[in-house]
């Protein structure tokens, strides 16, 4: 068997990472928490992380395989659900334009009101995008320390 499998084995709990119930676990089943949770074979491995707190919708899916006594693995990192990321990345913007249409019909005396509640909504829109790059980042690089793969 070969390291990186025996890796997989120790650091991934089994299951659907694109199960909407996959990640809420109130009580492990199996010892310490997994770091990694996901499904593996003798080529492929879907994974993400497995945590009750810090959720991502960011899955790592790749191949492994053995050439000339050496582990290759190619991999990618896609979000899980089309429609969470385009919720997270286009709500702050439709917020924004009905908080507007909002004002411009019903509250025309709160002009200062809706530049505040417009700066807050685009610091917003701007933290929510940096805030599901930063995870998935955080996600890729968790992988690659606890694989040790070298780019």
């Known amino acids: 068997m070969s390291e990186f499998r025996r890796r997989l084995i120790d650091n991934t709990e089994i299951g659907s990472p ?22 593996f074979d003798d080529n492929n491995f879907s994974l993400t992380v497995n945590s009750l707190k810090a959720s991502t919708y960011y899955i790592i899916n790749g191949k492994y395989k053995i050439v000339n006594d050496r582990v290759t693995v190619e991999y ?10 385009f919720w997270s990345h286009y709500s702050p913007i439709i917020l924004i334009v009905a908080i507007n249409i909002f004002f411009l019909f019903f509250a025309r005396g709160l002009r200062r009101a809706s530049t505040i509640v417009n700066l807050f909504l685009l610091f917003l829109a701007f933290y929510s995008r940096w805030y599901e790059e930063r995870k998935r980042q955080k996600l890729e690089k968790k992988f690659i320390n606890i694989f040790e793969i070298k780019r």
């Open 18 to 39: 694109k199960a909407a119930l996959g990640q809420v676990r109130v009580f492990p089943l199996s010892g310490a928490v997994k770091p990694f949770y996901g499904f």
């Open 76 to 85: 990618i990192v896609e979000a899980g659900n089309k429609y969470q990321q």
